[in-house]
T-cell receptor, first 108, second 115 residues
C-alpha cells in the first residue's frame, strides 16, 4: 500500500520568513492533496495536484508535484501567524492515505 | 452552504462503555468516510460508504468498531467496550463521488477521551 512521509515533522519559523514542507510517496501519485488542520475546524482543503510538474498557488501558498509524481512540496512565502497549524498531504490509493503531518508554528 | 458536521465535539467516557459518534455529511454527497487521528500519528482510514454499495470496512481496527449510514445520509460510528487506546480525534468526510479527483470535505471532528 502507499505510504506518505512528510518532512519536517515540526517547524518553527519567524513571521515573515519563507518555508517549505515536503511530502514523499512510496508509489506514483495520481492525486495528491494538501490539507491544513486547525483544532475545532476540521481539515481545510488547500490544493490538489494531479499532473507531473504541476504547480498551483493560492495566496501565499504554492504547491508543486515533481515530474516523477512521487514528491510534492508546499511552500509558504512571507509566513503569517494565520499560517500556523498542521499541514497534511494525502493521496488516493484505493482509500485516502495521509502523511503524519507537519506542525507549523509562526513566531511573531 | 452547510459543511460536514459532527457531534459531539468532545466525548469523555469510561473504559468499557459504548460510544456513538455522529456525522452529517454535505447534502447530496454520496461518499462518506470515517478517519481517526491519534496523538502523534497521521490520519488513519476507518470505513468508507459509497451510495448503496457495501461499505469498505477494511480500516476498522477491531470488531468493537462498527458504522452505519442511514438513508444514504447521516452516519454513526459506534465503538463498543471502549479502551484507552481508542482515544483520538474521529474525523468524518464526505465527497460527491469516490475517486482521486473528488475533494473530500472534512468535519471538525469528535475528540474522544477514554479514561
Amino acid at each position: 500500500s502507499q505510504e506518505l512521509e512528510q518532512s519536517p515533522q515540526s517547524l518553527i519559523v519567524q513571521e515573515g520568513k519563507n518555508l517549505t514542507i515536503n511530502c514523499t510517496s512510496s508509489k506514483t501519485l495520481y492525486g495528491l492533496y494538501w490539507y491544513k488542520q486547525k483544532y475545532g475546524e476540521g481539515l481545510i482543503f488547500l490544493m490538489m495536484l494531479q499532473k507531473g510538474g504541476e504547480e498551483k498557488s493560492h495566496e501565499k501558498i504554492t504547491a508543486k508535484l515533481d515530474e516523477k509524481k512521487q514528491q510534492s512540496s508546499l511552500h509558504i512565502t512571507a509566513s503569517q501567524p494565520s499560517h500556523a497549524g498542521i499541514y497534511l498531504c494525502g493521496a488516493d490509493d484505493l482509500k485516502l492515505v495521509f502523511g503524519q503531518g507537519t506542525r507549523l508554528t509562526i513566531n511573531p | 452552504g452547510a459543511g460536514v458536521s459532527q457531534s459531539p465535539s468532545n466525548k469523555v467516557t469510561e473504559k468499557g462503555k459504548d460510544v456513538e459518534l455522529r456525522c452529517d455529511p454535505i447534502s447530496g454527497h454520496t461518499a462518506l468516510y470515517w478517519y481517526r487521528q491519534s496523538l502523534g500519528q497521521g490520519l488513519e482510514f476507518l470505513i468508507y460508504f459509497q451510495g448503496n454499495s457495501a461499505p469498505d470496512k477494511s480500516g476498522l481496527p477491531s470488531d468493537r468498531f462498527s458504522a452505519e449510514r442511514t438513508g444514504g445520509s447521516v452516519s454513526t460510528l459506534t465503538i463498543q467496550r471502549t479502551q484507552q487506546e481508542d482515544s483520538a480525534v474521529y474525523l468524518c468526510a464526505s465527497s460527491s463521488d469516490r475517486g482521486a479527483y473528488n475533494e473530500q470535505f472534512f468535519g471538525p471532528g469528535t475528540r474522544l477521551t477514554v479514561l
